[in-house]
């Protein structure tokens, strides 16, 4: 590894010590059904986005709470002194990209067969607190 793309890479892991986040790797879920979800909730109060969540029947819902938790877990690891109310924690971002493809065939007539692909996804999610309170 270069000089310049190490102290980047030291850069890059200082600053992600400041923010909480949590990641999901291959969610067996495909990203456009994933993606449905994570847009209910991008931008959203955290206690409004769990709601959001709880009472959403998508079973990518279910996945995406789950992992919103431990965000904000890792966010009071990071801040025991301060409570989540006095914060007013936000999800900043929320990016589903596209995992590992599994490759199946499945018959189909004549001799032939087509190919199935089961999709999976990388869900991110970054909690920002809004410190100023609004009236």
Known sequence: ????????AQQIKEANK????AKLN??????????????LVRGENVEKALAILKFSQKEA??????????AIANWQA??????????NLFVQEIKVDSGAMLKRLRPAPQGRA??????????????????????
């Open 1 to 8: 590894m270069g000089v310049r793309k190490r102290e980047r």
């Open 18 to 21: 400041q923010v909480a986040f």
């Open 26 to 39: 291959n969610c067996p879920t495909s990203p456009r059904k994933m993606r449905l979800v994570a847009d």
């Open 61 to 70: 819902a279910r996945r995406v709470e789950k992992l919103l938790l431990s």
């Open 78 to 87: 990071k801040n025991e002194d301060a409570s989540i109310e006095d914060a």
């Open 114 to 135: 087509h190919r199935i692909r089961k999709r999976s996804n990388h869900v991110t999610i970054v909690l920002g607190a809004n410190n100023n309170t609004q009236s």
